[in-house]
């Protein structure tokens, strides 16, 4: 499985920022897939995901209102749309994919992903 994070930046508070994770080699017939972000001397959380037939969406309490996470499956891309960042949100902000199969979205979502891009960093100033 290979996921390509991009569209990351710096940008003032109150602004947005929309991230893409391209995917490839994702076999699962269930899957999860979507962002984990973390910030400097913080523990990795995760922000946001949506299952394999973008029925089902989780999005993290303090983000819940401002983010949006949709899946065109055309092009095997997963979209985060931030708006009204905040300084909190600053941090390097992974892709991750993981098995969904048996489980719920919002186990999966913030503590079993097992697939991993690399990061793209998101830097928002007061």
């Known amino acids: 499985v290979q996921l390509q994070a991009s569209g990351g930046g710096m940008v003032q508070a109150g602004g947005s920022l929309r991230l893409s994770c391209r995917y490839s080699g994702l076999t699962l017939p269930y899957y999860a897939i979507g962002w984990f972000r973390q910030a400097p001397g913080k523990e990795r959380e995760g922000v946001s995901c949506?299952?394999?037939?973008?029925?089902?969406?989780y999005m993290r309490m303090s983000v819940q209102g401002r983010f949006t996470i949709s899946k065109d499956d055309a092009k095997n891309t997963v979209i985060l749309q931030m708006n009204s960042l905040k300084p909190e949100d600053t941090g390097v902000y992974y892709c991750?994919?993981?098995?969904?199969?048996?489980?719920?979205?919002?186990?999966?979502?913030?503590?079993?992903?097992?697939?991993w891009g690399e990061g793209t960093l998101v830097t928002v100033s007061s």
């Open positions: 991750a994919a993981g098995n969904l199969d048996g489980k719920k979205l919002s186990t999966v979502c913030t503590h079993d992903m097992g697939y």
């Open positions: 949506i299952n394999y037939n973008g029925g089902g969406t």
